[in-house]
């Protein structure tokens, strides 16, 4: 086994030099610090002094000149190569602990490495001063303390070296690159953390907890992406105190021009020095998540209590996890989607059995009068021609509502398969209203119901941009629905000019008219209000038997309109309360509006 005493240095052989190795120590010496040498990038030794050297048989000759794996060194010279490489390249000093060897023996100095600066030339030498840890100073000098026969001095001897052994590992692993494998079994780790799962909030708060701890910086976020938004949402973060927590905030695409390099290229972009910010980032990666090339999340690595150079090995460790953690974000998602598709399979195959049941009462009701008052004719069982006559009308309003009720089935088909085509052009606001005016008459004067009809007030007609059938139709249900459900009081329906020009199927129009159908009937309670516009859903199963109809209404209604061009919106403050519904129409042409408005009222009933 080779000795400290083995080790011989050149120098030793040329007097001259070796004095020349003394002056220098002397130098060394003269500034305090327990061990001092200068270096250059490559490692090899300029001077050297270490106060304790001769203890181990140590000389400044020996040393000086000497490359550091030849002689007194760090354990891993690659890693503390590269800190001496970055003090060079950054000219600023660092501190940190390193283990050094001589022989046999392990010493772990905390050391301060700093520039050596020139006037006229380039920067190539460090100043490395160091002192030897308290723990292994009292061990180094214990193992070189005569031999004793006592076991327990023996064995507390060997409990020191494996302290010692175990924390020079530690730094060792700490201060390897990313691309060693140390790195490599902490990528393995964390993928496979993350290929356990497909709980997307589990995949992301373990990824921000390994690489926040793997690179020990301030701060490590994951956001969500999607390309149909500019805003990215902060979904997990490792944040080490003192530093703001950024959980549950989103961050603009617009505003970060490093964002927008990171999700354009798929590559880490990395920044060494941030200008003053709000969260206090002073040096920060960028790194994109991905799935097929296609952007689903972005990963950054905050460090806020200093500048941090980014090394080429750090840079390539983030983006083998950012790919890792790309495949994991799109699997977990098409999971989840999966998962509500499912419940939205399933809740719509209830709904529709619900609506079957309800729809099969409507088309027996109907088809049952029908056949019973024509059976009655049949079997002669009218008295008079006038009973007969009246028996036929029975049955022809029953064959109505069957119609209805299966125009109603057939329109939400062609609705939900997306086959409904609509024809475009002016329609007159006055003939709609006058339509239903006419329509619902019979049915108001019925329930004894009042009835008033509020036009806008203008010089001209109104034209609307639509089609006359279906806005017709879009009436009728919304106002017959508000006649069913009314017991006392009545309807009234309303519409305004609005007038902002708006583009409606490519096509520049000049405003919207606003349709308003309010009555005061028995409203609907406000948790039940977000079933209204579903296909094959309705708000109370009890009410439909006792109302009848399909429940399709509304959200025919809805589809029409927005195939238009317009919205339609829901409005009751609770049962009893009464509804309102309105809708948009795009206008075809602007009105010119009577500066003084007056609003038309027609009562169906004057004595109202």
Not at 274 to 291: D, E, H
Request: hydrophobic letters at 40%.
């Amino acid at each position: 086994m080779t000795s400290p005493a083995d080790f011989q240095s050149p120098l030793a052989d040329s007097p001259a030099l070796a004095s020349a190795a003394e002056e220098n120590s002397t130098w060394l010496q003269g500034l305090g610090a327990e061990l001092a040498f200068t270096q250059d990038a490559a490692g090899v030794y300029l001077s050297f002094h270490w106060h304790s050297a001769g203890r181990y048989g140590l000389s400044p000759a020996q040393v000086a000149g000497q490359l550091m794996s030849d002689t007194f060194g760090p354990v891993a010279l690659t890693p503390y190569l590269e800190r001496v490489g970055r003090v060079l390249e950054n000219l600023i000093p660092e501190r940190f602990s390193y283990p050094f060897r001589f022989g046999e023996q392990y010493f772990l100095f905390d050391l301060v490495v700093s520039p050596v600066m020139a006037v006229d030339s380039e920067v190539k030498t460090v100043l490395v001063m160091g002192r030897l840890l308290p723990n292994e100073r009292s061990q180094n000098l214990e193992k070189h303390a005569p031999a004793q026969e006592d076991s327990t001095v023996l064995a507390s001897s060997l409990d020191l070296h494996q302290k010692l052994l175990s924390k020079i590992v530690g730094i060792i692993r700490r201060t390897l690159p990313p691309s060693s494998e140390l790195y490599q079994k902490l990528l393995s780790k964390i993928a496979r953390n993350i290929r356990r799962t497909l709980d997307l909030t589990t995949i992301c708060q373990q990824t921000v907890n390994g690489l926040g701890q793997a690179l020990n910086v301030s701060r490590c976020i994951i956001c969500l992406y999607k390309s149909s938004t500019s805003a990215l949402p902060v979904v997990a973060e490792f944040c080490q105190e003192p530093f703001c927590e950024m959980l549950g905030l989103e961050l603009s695409v617009v505003d970060d021009a490093h964002l927008q390099q990171a999700l354009t290229t798929l590559e880490p972009v990395a920044v060494e020095k941030m200008p003053v910010n709000a969260f206090g980032q002073q040096s920060v990666i960028v790194a994109a998540t991905f799935y097929q090339d296609r952007p689903n999340g972005v990963i950054c690595l905050h460090q806020c209590d200093r500048t941090r150079p980014w090394s080429a090995a750090e840079m390539e460790f983030v983006q083998e996890l950012a790919d890792q953690v790309g495949t994991a974000i799109a699997h977990a998602t098409l999971y989840q989607e999966l998962g509500e598709a499912r419940e939205q399979a399933e809740e719509a195959s209830r709904l529709k059995s619900e609506f079957l049941a309800n729809t099969s009462h409507e088309l027996r009701t109907p088809l049952n009068g029908m056949i019973g008052f024509l059976k009655l004719i049949m079997d002669g069982m009218a008295d008079d021609p006038e009973e007969q006559e009246e028996f036929l009308k029975e049955a022809y309003r029953s064959a109505i509502h069957l119609l209805n009720v299966i125009n109603d089935v057939l329109d939400i088909a062609k609705i939900e398969a997306g086959k409904m085509q609509l024809d475009l052009g002016p329609v007159k606001l006055d003939e709609l209203l006058s339509a239903v005016e006419d329509l619902t008459g019979a049915q108001v004067q019925e329930k004894n119901l009042y009835f008033q009809v509020q036009r806008p007030a203008t010089c001209d007609e109104i034209l609307l941009f639509g089609n006359y059938q279906r806005l017709l139709q879009v009436l009728l249900n919304l106002v017959g629905n508000a006649i069913k459900f009314t017991h006392e009081g009545g309807v009234t329906v309303s519409a305004e000019v609005i007038v902002q020009k708006a583009i409606i199927h490519d096509q520049e129009l000049p405003g919207m008219v606003l349709v308003r159908v309010a009555d005061t009937g028995i409203g609907v309670s406000l948790d039940k209000q977000d079933r209204l516009f579903q296909s094959f859903s309705q708000v109370d199963s009890s009410r439909t038997r006792q109302y009848g109809g399909t429940g399709l209404g509304l959200a025919i209604s809805q589809r029409l309109v927005e195939a238009m061009g317009g919205v339609v919106n829901f409005y009751s403050m609770g049962e009893g309360l009464g509804s309102t519904v309105t809708f948009t129409v795009p206008l075809f042409q602007e009105p010119v509006m009577i500066s003084t408005p007056s609003l038309e009222a027609i009562d169906i009933f004057d004595d109202m």
